[in-house]
């Protein structure tokens, strides 16, 4: 009886159940919803806002339209006028973009190997002189590779070690 003197509500006698009916418990805050029904219906509130605005901006420009009422019957009378004039630049845009694509790289041969001139596919290997070989080829001594192995070497080394030297000690 405090409660209705201070205006409190009274607690929730039990449980309740979900209004969609999905076997879940719903609270007040929900709307007497489970919670993925409520995130569902939030959800579709949203679509449906932006796709109101979509369709408002498109048919008025940029901008924004109060009454969706109206929005629909604009759309309805401009979509008859406006789609035959609109599909015919999209059809001529297409038609340039076709002979743009056709003018592709041609088709590159298959992979051989630069020694014995043997298809090598996906198999093949790159040596550092930029040819490809096949297994039997693939070694520097095979093929007569002219890359410097030696010379190649040595700057790796020297750039991976450079060298230090320390500062010289006065004696005592």
Known sequence: MDHDETGCEAAPEGPVLCINN??????????????????????????????????????????SSNGNESVAATVDVQVNSVEPETILPVKLSFGSGLGESGEA???????????????????GFNCRCGNLFCPVHRYSDKHDCPFDYRTAARDAIAKANPVVKAEKLDKI
């Open 22 to 63: 999905c076997g879940f418990f719903g609270s007040a805050a929900t709307m007497n919803m489970c919670s993925k029904c409520h995130k569902d219906m939030m959800l579709k509130e949203e679509q449906a806002k932006l796709a109101a605005s979509s369709i408002g901006s498109i048919v008025n420009g940029p901008s």
């Open 105 to 123: 790289k041609p088709k590159e041969g298959p992979k051989r190997c630069n020694s014995c001139n043997k298809r090598v596919g996906l198999t």
